[in-house]
């Protein structure tokens, strides 16, 4: 599935849960006013996928829902702060579940509480603040299940699911989704069983149990139907898209999104057409249809800009580059395709915005351009190490805060054994003063205890110290991998002595080596993070047992890794790099009932590399090693490019070099090693258990 069609489900699972918030229960037994409940739930329906026309009915009755009982004026709060949401307002929306939120804890109404913590978990969520928003959700499902209201609790639990699959917990998921749809079917009610089910089949299509998704499909369909919901059925026939898409039945796919833009055109729900236009224009790329697949992403940008979705039209923007570059309209395909990376950078969704630099790197190779190719990887390389970093210093922060606590229990210690030893001192002097016949003795028990307190004292210390041991190492090394981080190497290359020039060109040399993992977002996610860091892990383990002990390895950033070998025969590169090719492909990663395995790109060169008299800086070398490593990447990955050398060292311009690695090489003026892996891609094997 592509990067655009993963965005498109993302934004999918935050429309259906701001959808979800419009079903709610029955107010015929909360004693309320009969014709402002009536109003509710006519407007409801209309709340449910089309708030542009339900605001101004809301508006309209503010007045007369701020004064209703407590169980209607909930109701309305909800609908309001819906009805924001839903058209953007998300200052006012978070206002409005902040008086929910006053309100529960006023009346000590759990029902209010829940609904206002749910309400602020949706609204963070659609601000890319996933850790706040599952603590919220999570919160609000607590306190929900202590309420008597079903169309709340069922709210909650599907939204704890979906929040455990993003935390890459996916049996937790499963079981709280399975209960959603289980309370759904015991209480009858066909909307929540079509909201249980929905989210249901789009968790099947990411454990890729596509079957039992399809299966759980069928069901709420029928439920559906019982429902006589247009927009409910519009919403699976997106879930079917997505199951279609990845098992190959694009046309299936392509009939479900047509379907679903008619039914969401026909109540007029605006933002979801935007969002299925979109669908169909990556749904036309995938069949080559770049007519179609332009048509539809210029009536996506359309519909995006007259809802102000900036998201929905920088993804437009980036399926119609790829439509246009396809066509050979490069300079078109670049300008859409560049005004769809800045609108996410605009966003401030960097992740996004490192798949969607990935989307156009690849066009533009497909294109033919491979120089702008690059261009597009190097900048989603800045965007990956940008990312890494903050990770690292956070991983820092959290170290640091660990050594505070400890350090202050230690303290604590301390002067608890200080007070002890002085209040030791005062009972020995009054025993003194009273009972000198008993000298011999309590002077001896004084000395157990001073000596006792002084081993303590000593080990403390000792402690201390060790603690301040392991942080050193701790600041070297990768947490995750063990291995050495770049500000170690960094270090280490700063501490060596320039370069001798007569050494460059000795059968003895070091070498550099940059490995990357082909296709690594692939497994972040498709399996979740804790699948990519099981795979890291592994592959740091399997450098080790390929590289001597003498090597250093390190985490160079992200999926990249770094080996400095100090002394290896020149002759010999070639050989390490098939063996590093070769090591990588036999590694295997169980997880969670899976058995990974993936390939890498390398880069790599003898170092020190000199041009003419002058020894390149290491800096340089590690450039023309990265730059080396993109090409194996734009060649087809799962091999490796070396730099051996320059044709004419004394001539040759290091600096243009640089600008173009490729060029050179093809105009003769760098000498280059190719090291081909064996084929094969990402492979995943399901384990079967008893």
């Excluded at 209960?179 to 249901?200: E, F, K, S, Y």
């Excluded at 023309?624 to 001539?651: I, S």
């Amino acid at each position: 599935m592509s990067a655009a069609l993963q965005r498109a489900l993302a934004r999918s699972r935050c429309l259906a849960l701001a959808a979800s918030l419009c079903v709610a229960p029955a107010l015929a037994s909360t004693g309320g006013t009969p014709a402002l409940t009536e109003r509710l739930a006519e407007i409801r329906e209309i709340n449910r996928f089309v708030p542009e026309r339900a605001m101004p009915l809301l508006a309209a009755m503010e007045a007369e829902g701020r004064a209703a009982p407590l169980a209607q004026r909930i109701e309305f709060l909800s609908q309001l702060a819906q009805a924001q949401f839903g058209l953007g307002r998300h200052d006012l929306a978070r206002a409005l579940a902040d008086e929910l939120i006053a309100i529960g804890r006023a009346e000590n109404n759990n029902r209010a509480l829940a609904n206002g913590l749910l309400r602020q978990g949706y609204i963070v969520f659609a601000q890319h603040q996933l850790a706040e928003s599952h603590r919220l959700i999570w919160e609000a499902e607590k306190l929900a299940q202590a309420t008597d209201d079903i169309d709340l609790r069922v709210r909650t639990t599907i939204s704890s699911g979906e929040s455990y699959a993003e935390e890459g917990n996916l049996p937790a998921a499963l079981e709280r989704l399975q209960a959603a749809a289980n309370l759904a079917r015991q209480h009858g009610d066909p909307i929540h069983t079509v909201m249980a089910l929905n989210a249901l089949a789009r968790h099947y299509r990411l454990m890729r149990e596509y079957d039992k998704g399809f299966a759980v499909l069928d069901e709420a369909y029928k439920a559906a139907e019982k429902a006589n919901s247009p927009g409910r059925t519009a919403t699976l026939k997106n879930a079917e898209y997505a199951l279609s898409i990845e098992t190959g039945q694009i046309q299936r796919g392509l009939r479900a999104l047509q379907d679903s833009l008619a039914l969401e055109r026909k109540i007029g729900a605006l933002a979801r057409v935007a969002y299925s236009l979109v669908n169909l224009s990556d749904c036309y790329l995938k069949m080559h249809d770049y007519r179609q697949a332009a048509a539809y992403a210029e009536q996506a940008i359309a519909a995006a800009r007259g809802l102000n979705d900036r998201e929905v039209e920088a993804t437009a923007h980036l399926n119609l580059g790829q439509a246009y570059l396809a066509t050979g309209r490069l300079a078109e395909g670049k300008r859409h395709m560049e005004l769809g990376v800045t609108g996410y950078a605009e966003l401030g969704d960097k992740p996004e915005l490192q798949v969607a630099l990935v989307e156009y790197g690849a066009a533009l190779e497909r294109a033919g351009d491979l120089a702008g190719a690059l261009r597009a990887y190097h900048r989603e390389r800045g965007i990956s190490n940008e990312l890494f970093e903050k990770r690292r210093q956070q991983a820092m922060l959290d170290l640091q805060e660990k050594y505070e606590a400890d350090k202050k229990q230690r303290q604590i210690e301390l002067l608890r054994s200080e007070n002890q030893i002085k209040s030791t001192e005062l009972d020995n002097r009054r025993l003194q003063q009273r009972v000198w016949w008993l000298l011999a003795v309590v002077f001896a028990l004084a000395s157990v205890i001073v000596g006792l307190l002084y081993r303590k004292v000593r080990h403390a210390n000792a402690q201390l110290h060790e603690k301040n041991r392991e942080l050193k190492q701790q600041s070297v090394r990768d947490p995750l991998t063990g291995l050495y981080n770049r500000r170690h190497f960094l270090e280490f290359m700063r501490g060596l002595p320039p370069g001798d020039p007569r050494c460059a060109s000795s059968e003895q040399t070091g070498a550099l080596f940059l490995l990357d993992v082909d296709h690594f977002k692939h497994i972040n996610d498709t399996y979740g993070h804790a699948a990519g860091d099981a795979v890291l892990t592994a592959m740091a383990a399997g450098l080790r047992e390929i590289l001597r002990e003498t090597d250093m390895i390190v985490r160079w950033g992200g999926e990249e890794f770094l080996a400095f070998l100090p002394a290896i025969p020149r002759s010999g590169l070639d050989e390490v790099a098939q063996r590093i090719l070769g090591g990588i492909n036999a590694i295997t990663v169980e997880h969670q009932g899976m058995t990974l395995s993936v390939n890498v790109s390398i880069g790599f060169s003898p170092f020190p590399l000199a041009v003419g008299s002058q020894v390149l800086p290491w800096e340089r070398a590690v450039n023309l090693v990265d730059m080396a490593l993109y090409m194996a990447k734009a060649h087809g990955r799962n091999r490796a490019y070396g730099v051996r050398g320059f044709a004419d060292p004394e001539r040759a311009c290091i600096d243009e070099i640089e600008q173009n690695l490729e060029c050179a090489w093809r105009a003769g003026r760098v000498d280059l090693s190719v090291v081909m892996g064996e084929r094969q891609e990402l492979r995943v094997a399901h384990v079967a258990h008893a």
